[in-house]
Antibody
Framework: QVQLVQSGAEVRKPGSSVKVSCSAS????????IGWMRQAPDEEPEWMGG????????NYAQSLQGRVTISADRSTSTSYMELRSLTSEDTAVYYCAKQGSAGAFDIWGQGTMVTVSS | DIQMTQSPPSLSASVGDRVTITCQAS??????LNWYQQKPGKAPKLLIFDAANLETGVPSRFSGIGSGTHFTLTISSLQPEDIATYYCQQYDSLRYTFGQGTKLEIK
């Protein structure tokens, strides 16, 4: 079955950037829709954006437009999320997920903790 | 963006109780409403998609109903392993938003 495995925890200083990876196995990555969410402590998940690897088409949350880039490498079945100009408010667990029916995210990665601190 | 209002924020119930969580959308989202269960330190897990469809492998005590702007998730007989936070999530026009969550505890 499909599995998504994310890269490890990161610590960054304010103003820097971070790039998180999400490697897929067990399915046809090119035909997936991959979404990226983040979840600050004790908050609900926030959708950040997504990509259709087959088409290279991306879609971003308006609140993060210009600071986030989502990409995909079909040769390695890996999606990436890069977030720039980090502040303490970007401290969160970042998740990738595969989209299924009705815009539901049916398979999730294990999450990557990103801490922004001086 | 469409806002999702989930209630109650927290809920305490006994094993065997029937539990209902509601989610209200700020505008009509048809049936594009999904429910997730999240346990501490884990990723959300999809329970119900398209308002009323049970995800494969999810126990049948979970059910969902609703359309338009009003949706509910019901656990017919609460089990100890159901202790978690539950989120609704909508999908409309390539935008996705989650409700604020309902933290479910055992009484």
């Amino acid at each position: 079955q499909v599995q998504l495995v994310q890269s490890g925890a990161e610590v960054r200083k304010p103003g820097s950037s971070v790039k998180v990876s999400c490697s897929a196995s067990g399915g046809d990555f090119s035909n997936f829709v991959i979404g990226w969410m983040r979840q600050a402590p004790d908050e609900e998940p926030e959708w950040m954006g997504g990509i259709i690897p087959l088409l290279g088409v991306t879609n971003y949350a308006q609140s993060l437009q210009g600071r986030v880039t989502i990409s995909a490498d079909r040769s390695t079945s890996t999606s990436y999320m890069e977030l720039r100009s980090l502040t303490s408010e970007d401290t969160a667990v970042y998740y990738c997920a595969k989209q299924g029916s009705a815009g539901a995210f049916d398979i999730w990665g294990q999450g990557t903790m990103v801490t922004v601190s001086s | 963006d469409i806002q999702m209002t989930q209630s109650p924020p927290s809920l305490s119930a006994s094993v065997g109780d029937r539990v209902t969580i509601t989610c209200q959308a700020s505008q009509d989202i048809n049936n594009y409403l999904n429910w997730y269960q999240q346990k501490p330190g884990k990723a959300p897990k999809l329970l119900i998609f398209d308002a009323a469809n049970l995800e494969t492998g999810v126990p049948s005590r979970f059910s969902g109903i609703g359309s338009g702007t009003h949706f509910t998730l019901t656990i017919s007989s609460l089990q100890p392993e159901d202790i978690a936070t539950y989120y609704c999530q909508q999908y409309d026009s390539l935008r996705y938003t989650f409700g604020q969550g309902t933290k479910l505890e055992i009484k």
